[in-house]
């Protein structure tokens, strides 16, 4: 047997109901399981598809004017003096070292890590 009568990518739908039709059988009708619509097969002699594939478009969050990317904390920036930094903490290390704590200041946006 065939690829082409395994697999086809060409779907159609029912004219009144908008229902996804069975393949084309034999029999020399389509039958819709929906609204009981009787399709005749020399309908789709001289069909001809065409797709339209629309992405959506993700539109990205806007940055924040303060640099906060996670809790902010009471820690003094070393660059601007600022007493509130926010963290992340990520496991970079092997599973039985601490973890790293990376601090940014909420004011000037200055960056340190910490191992833990």
Do not use: W
Not at 48 to 57: D, L, R
């Amino acid at each position: 047997m065939s690829a082409k009568h395994l697999f086809n990518p060409e779907v159609d739908f029912c004219r009144d109901c908008g229902a996804l039709l069975p393949p084309l059988r034999n029999t020399g009708t389509v039958h819709c399981k929906v609204c009981k619509t009787e399709i005749d097969a020399v309908d789709y002699q001289e069909s001809e598809i065409f797709y339209t594939i629309k992405f959506n478009k993700v539109s990205m969050p806007k940055k924040k004017t303060d640099e906060s990317a996670g809790p902010v904390i009471e820690r003094t920036c070393p660059k601007c003096k600022n007493d509130k930094m926010s963290f992340a903490t990520l496991q970079l290390r092997s599973a039985d070292e601490g973890q790293t704590v990376f601090f940014t200041c909420t004011q000037c946006g200055f960056k340190e890590k910490e191992n833990s």
